[in-house]
């Protein structure tokens, strides 16, 4: 059983960064290299949770549109780790976001834009911007 957990949210000011974290366990660090796909996703209350940034398993990635040119995320196969790093943080961008792997080897990085593509997922890490 794969288990995510985050780390790195936080409260921060407008304009400001934080990074976050994403380390996996129950997983090899061949099948997470080689067959995980891996996504930061974000919900606020009463809105349904929206893709982030994600990175297939051939290492292709996407971003909300929403978020290009200020965050980017990164994987680590040998820490089996995952990471967002957020720039130019603004308001809208306060939520709680989450990790998530998936390992059917899906390599279109639209769909892994979708919560349904992913089996597992961390618990969660709140991330507050102020103006």
């Known amino acids: 059983q794969v288990q995510l957990v985050e780390s790195g949210g936080g409260s921060v000011q407008a304009g400001g960064s934080l990074r976050l974290s994403c380390a996996a366990f129950g997983v090899t660090r061949s099948s997470y290299s080689s067959r995980y796909s891996m996504g930061w996703f974000r919900q606020t209350p009463g809105k349904e949770r929206e893709g982030v940034a994600v990175i297939a398993s051939d290492g292709n990635t996407r971003y909300a549109d929403s978020v290009k040119g200020r965050f980017t995320v990164s994987k680590d196969n040998t820490k089996k780790s995952l990471y967002l790093q957020m720039d130019s943080l603004k308001p809208e961008d306060t939520a709680v976001y989450y990790c998530?792997?998936?390992?059917?080897?899906?390599?279109?990085?639209?769909?892994?834009?979708?919560?349904?593509?992913?089996?597992?997922w961390g618990q969660g890490t709140q991330v507050t911007v102020s103006s």
């Open positions: 998530a792997a998936g390992s059917g080897l899906v390599y279109d990085t639209i769909l892994l834009m979708a919560p349904r593509s992913f089996a597992y």
